[in-house]
């Protein structure tokens, strides 16, 4: 048997829930691709894995939610930040099995206006408390605090646990890689690289499928926020920590894994000048958005790649789409004055 098919039986003997549309479409970028004079581009649309607006954690939670299913929950504790793509898909997720969802979104410095992931929070019918701690261990310890008040009042909890969710979620992404590599198959392309924004499960793994694939091409993982941990180690750990559930002996050592922090700017949301002409020239060459947090910031990467000459015109670049786009409105004033003006078609009567 091949690995690829070897890796699907693996993943397949794992409890999932079915969340996503899958696969996701792998698609031509003609126009863009033009504009940049550059190889060829195209972009894998993970923004478009259905659930409330699509994006990477709805694969994340095919099989995060299976246990949350197994273990009976009828509650589910979560959180991250205010603007929060994982939690909106979390909370749709739990709206579809028909189980509660409490979020703790962590105020981290920005505003906390009804709007973009946290109207759509709302709208999904999750509850939430917006919380002073910050993205990592201390909201981390803040989210088992209330799942254990919630357990206490007697209600089955399944809960945000770094330890245990990380390395699952990362199978969604091995599972995302063996997609990718039928597709290519298929339009008979051999990619010279591939381009992510991820700084966790995400792209562990696609490092993990890379490595038990022997995947030639690099992957490009450039990161949306500077942890204060080692981003590398943190990849390796997650993608062998998955190794160990699929119970496969490969492992993926850090210097693996390819993380690229020249894109985050002046921080985690901040738009950069930068991620606002990728988020332009995609909309106005293939109609396709991209969010000023993640998916800009590493096809801002992509582009500084492409225009420092790597590639040439005849090579394939492949673009994961991770979602996000829901975070255009929630920063609409600020974005908006940092669009270029569009020319009128009419002179002006
Ligand atoms: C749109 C989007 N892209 C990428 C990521 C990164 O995912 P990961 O932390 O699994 O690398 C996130 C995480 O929230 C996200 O919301």
């Not at 509650?75 to 991250?80: C, E, K």
């Not at 599972?175 to 597709?183: A, F, G, K, M, V």
């Not at 993926?252 to 700017?265: F, L, Q, R």
């Not at 600020?334 to 078609?345: N, S, Y």
Request: glycine residues 8%; proline residues 5%; negative net charge.
């Amino acid at each position: 048997m091949d690995s690829l098919t070897d890796l699907e039986l693996c993943i397949g003997r794992l409890p999932r829930v079915s969340l996503a549309h899958l696969p996701t479409p792998l698609e031509r970028l003609p126009r863009f691709s033009e504009s940049l004079g550059g190889p060829q581009i195209w972009i894998k649309r993970d923004d478009c894995t259905g659930l409330a607006m699509g994006g990477n954690k709805t694969r994340h939670n095919e099989f995060l939610m299976a246990d949350a299913v197994e273990e009976n929950a009828d509650l589910v504790v979560w959180g991250a930040g205010v603007q929060s793509n994982n939690c909106r898909q979390t909370a749709a997720s739990c709206a579809k099995l028909g189980i509660a969802c409490h979020l703790l979104l962590s105020r981290g410095g920005h505003g906390h206006e009804i709007q973009g992931n946290l109207l759509l929070d709302h709208i999904l019918g999750a509850s939430y408390e917006i919380v002073d701690e910050c993205v990592g261990p201390e909201l981390d310890q803040r989210i088992a605090r209330t799942a254990q008040l919630f357990r206490d009042q007697g209600r089955q909890v399944y809960s945000w646990d770094r330890s245990t969710v990380k390395a699952k979620a990362a199978i969604s992404y091995s599972q995302c890689l063996i997609e990718i590599t039928r597709q290519i198959e298929a339009q008979d392309i051999e990619p010279a690289a591939l381009y992510i924004c991820s700084g966790g499960s995400t792209g562990a793994g696609l490092a993990l499928a890379r490595k038990i694939l022997q995947i030639n091409y690099p992957i490009h993982n450039i990161l949306p926020i500077h942890w204060p941990w080692d981003e590398q180690q943190d990849l390796s750990d997650i993608a062998n920590a998955a190794a160990d559930l699929l119970e496969l002996p490969e492992r993926v050592a850090p210097e693996e894994i390819n993380i690229d922090g020249a894109y985050v700017g002046k921080g985690y949301g901040i738009p950069t000048e930068e991620c606002m002409e990728a988020i332009q020239l995609l909309a106005r060459t293939e109609g396709i958005l991209l969010d000023p947090s993640y998916t800009a910031k590493a096809m801002a990467g992509l582009i500084d790649h492409v225009r420092s000459g790597r590639y040439s015109t005849s090579q394939h670049i492949i673009f994961v789409h991770t979602g996000g786009t829901p975070a255009l409105f929630a920063g609409a004033g600020d974005l908006a004055a940092m669009l270029t003006p569009t020319e009128k078609p009419l002179a002006d009567h």
